[in-house]
């Protein structure tokens, strides 16, 4: 279920361990099988339904939870597409969004289980327990498109255990499993659209084209949003940073500062003037 910025990363930590994903998922499988023995007990006129020569409620059971599954997948996808593109911060908020995400995923997951294991009860398509989870091994019956959706179920699994041993993979490995979530969902729209009965009818066609274009807008404005946004910010002028000014010291209140000493070098002594002794006499003697 798609990839992937800030928000992405913020948020892609489980609230779940492996070993509680590997317990709930123990779970979902046996619930389902356990369903499987309890509803002909529980619900006597699904019991005539499923007694019968040719029963057709395992049909209808696998086709109904197959909506189901697709359309649980269709929200986990608009959900992590929303956290991807900040459009789930205005509702219900990235973390709830990204909890949300998760756990939907990993019912889709279950919708998908209950819908190949239930066939296990149709005499009319007759699949053993081999043929429901090796691809392309239904023989009688569309094994290309079955076989599709049979990897599809492969690949849903595997991005649900990336949500669990992140921090061991990495978020660039991460993120790079997650984008096989669009894969997914293409191979279940495939699948359903030319392996189900309900393929060539107007509403299952509608429904298909109506959800797949959704994902598509959904798509299609997260990749022009980045465009957007990367453009903006080359486009904006860097700021000049200038050198920090030094910020001048208070002065301490009541002190003034000393005047500079100047100092004066030393004058140089006059040199007495002597007078000759004859000029003396001869002074005298006029």
Not at 96 to 111: K, N, P, Q, R, T
Request: net charge positive.
């Amino acid at each position: 279920m798609p990839p992937s910025p800030p928000v992405e990363n913020e948020f892609s930590e489980s609230s779940l361990t492996l070993d509680s994903f590997l317990l709930i998922f123990i779970a979902i499988l046996m619930g389902v099988l356990i369903a499987i023995l309890l509803l002909p007990i529980w619900l006597p006129n699904m019991a005539t339904s499923m007694m019968g020569e040719n029963p057709k409620v395992y049909w209808y059971l696998s086709r109904a939870t197959a909506f189901a599954s697709l359309t649980i997948l269709w929200l986990s996808m608009a959900l992590g597409i929303g956290i991807t593109n900040k459009m789930a911060r205005l509702w219900p908020g990235a973390p709830a969004a990204f909890a949300i995400h998760e756990y939907v995923s990993l019912l889709g997951m279950a919708f998908a289980l209950f819908h190949a294991l239930i066939l296990l009860g149709d005499h009319y398509m007759k699949f053993t327990l081999a043929q429901i989870f090796v691809p392309f091994a239904t023989a009688s019956y569309r094994p290309t498109w079955v076989g599709i959706g049979q990897i599809g179920f492969y690949v849903l699994l595997i991005v649900n255990v990336t949500f669990y041993v992140r921090s061991s993979i990495g978020p660039k490995t991460w993120r790079a499993i997650h984008y096989l979530s669009f894969l997914m969902y293409a191979m279940g729209l495939v699948h359903g659209l030319f392996s189900g009965t309900d393929g060539t009818t107007n509403w299952a066609q509608w429904y298909y084209w109506i959800s797949a274009g959704s994902l598509l807008f959904l798509l299609v404005y997260r990749i022009l949003n980045t465009i957007t946004e990367k453009s903006t910010r080359r486009s904006r002028p860097k700021p000049v940073v200038q050198p920090p000014r030094a910020i001048p010291q208070p002065r301490p209140m009541g002190l003034q500062p000393a005047a500079p000493v100047q100092h004066t070098p030393p004058q140089p002594v006059a040199q007495l003037q002597r007078t000759p002794p004859h000029s003396v006499q001869q002074s005298q003697e006029q």
